[in-house]
């Protein structure tokens, strides 16, 4: 099964990607992972990663999920997201792992994981529900 | 009626809200706003600004919001939030209006509307549901 | 402005809001108000009114909020709901508000406020934030 | 490893459930299930089960799922929940299978599922995550 639309040019199009950092780490049908490098820039006021941060790669994560299952010239905006932040962002990398729960013809509904990496540690700090919608031209 | 912690100096630790330009426009106590004029660096595959960048200011806003009515020497961190994005993030500045729903001793439930800002013109673009729980030293 | 479709029409055929004794108080553009008394039968175990029981008349305003500004011969199905339970549900009786946020084609956001509701007094005790769709015939 | 509170007892305890006919499926620690047989009483306008019901057993499911980890002697609130519904509520039963992402002193994160079922078939129509509050007395 291939992968009608181009995941890799429209996340290098996500200036705010580059801008934190973020990489692509996997992109199957129904399931995308980005990672991301701790930063002091990105930091809240512990020297944590900042919550929005850590919101950011699960929501491209899990548009982008949604994406790989949506027709040819196919484009997804994020409609609504809800994150529980289980632990502070404490690491010195993140992982947010998308994957589509149902994939509809306007709507999807996609869950992620973010996890906070530290040497071989690796623990889940966040958990999102989301609701994506996809156009196609 | 004052506010008993130092909510400037938090935010002025943010490292992240620096990173993207966010300033503090407005603390009351139960109310912070913040602000953030758009920048391509931090816009999505259309050139709109990513609703990372806009979950992040709404969720500092309403962390901020929760720490004005904490008792002196708290800190605050966000349990968890929702965002609904009502409309692409189209503008030239954004402002997170954050106020507290109800304060209690450990928790906190806040909500934000995210407006995008282009001329004359004002619309709201996102709002916001939170829990926040604060931590007294 | 003129409301499309039959809500009270269709209220009546959902048959839960009959069976936990709810009743549609008020219906206009955009808005719309559900009221319940309380009932032992709908208490969870500390004798007040279960928070499911808060969501489902929350959850139906908010539909039928959406439905009023949907085209003539449409329908309306939840997507997804969030609700804060910012107190116990203690009262006599209870009202869900709900007002729709951005009326789109397929999609339309609304929010709700619950209140409980004791002689006199009233006071918010749940805030939702919805995501609904509307179909059309 | 035991059980410290009193599932069965409170569950009993709450009208709620005994009135929309849900029952306790299963009880471990850190994981509940709540079933419910479909009833014509409990539908929306189109004979579907109503989202409020299959909310409302997945909601007691979480926070008995957080009181299974909880201290002896407490008791556990819904603080908020969100709940994705991915296909409407049709089926002859449906059950509510919950369980803890993170058990906290104060504050328990949950996820739970909700499927229907038709005789062998069982798809998933519904997931929740949730922030749950226990207090030891």
Same mark, same amino acid.
């Given at each position: 099964?291939?992968?009608?639309?181009?995941?890799?040019?429209?996340?290098?199009? %996500?200036? $705010?990607?580059?801008?934190?950092?973020?990489?692509?780490?996997?992109?199957?049908?129904?399931?995308?992972?980005?990672?991301?490098? $701790?930063?002091?820039?990105? +930091? %809240? %006021?512990?020297?944590?990663?900042?919550?929005?941060?850590?919101?950011?790669?699960?929501?491209?994560? +899990?548009?982008?999920?949604?994406?790989?299952?949506?027709?040819?010239? +196919?484009?997804?905006? +994020?409609?609504? $997201?809800?994150?529980?932040?289980?632990?502070?962002?404490?690491?010195?990398? $993140?992982?947010?792992?998308?994957?589509? =729960?149902?994939?509809?013809?306007? =709507?999807?509904?996609?869950?992620?994981?973010?996890?906070?990496?530290?040497?071989?540690?690796?623990?889940?700090?966040? /958990?999102? =529900?989301?609701?994506? /919608?996809?156009? /196609?031209?």
């Amino acid at each position: 099964m291939g992968i009608p639309n181009d995941i890799r040019g429209s996340f290098s199009r %996500q200036a $705010f990607m580059r801008t934190i950092g973020a990489s692509l780490e996997l992109v199957e049908p129904g399931r995308v992972h980005i990672s991301i490098p $701790f930063s002091p820039a990105l +930091s %809240q %006021q512990h020297g944590f990663m900042h919550a929005g941060v850590i919101a950011s790669i699960a929501d491209s994560a +899990s548009g982008y999920a949604a994406l790989t299952l949506a027709p040819a010239n +196919s484009d997804v905006l +994020s409609v609504e $997201f809800k994150i529980c932040l289980l632990a502070p962002a404490v690491g010195s990398r $993140f992982v947010a792992r998308a994957h589509i =729960l149902r994939a509809g013809h306007r =709507l999807s509904f996609c869950t992620a994981e973010v996890s906070a990496i530290d040497g071989e540690q690796e623990s889940i700090i966040a /958990t999102m =529900l989301s609701t994506m /919608t996809t156009k /196609t031209a």
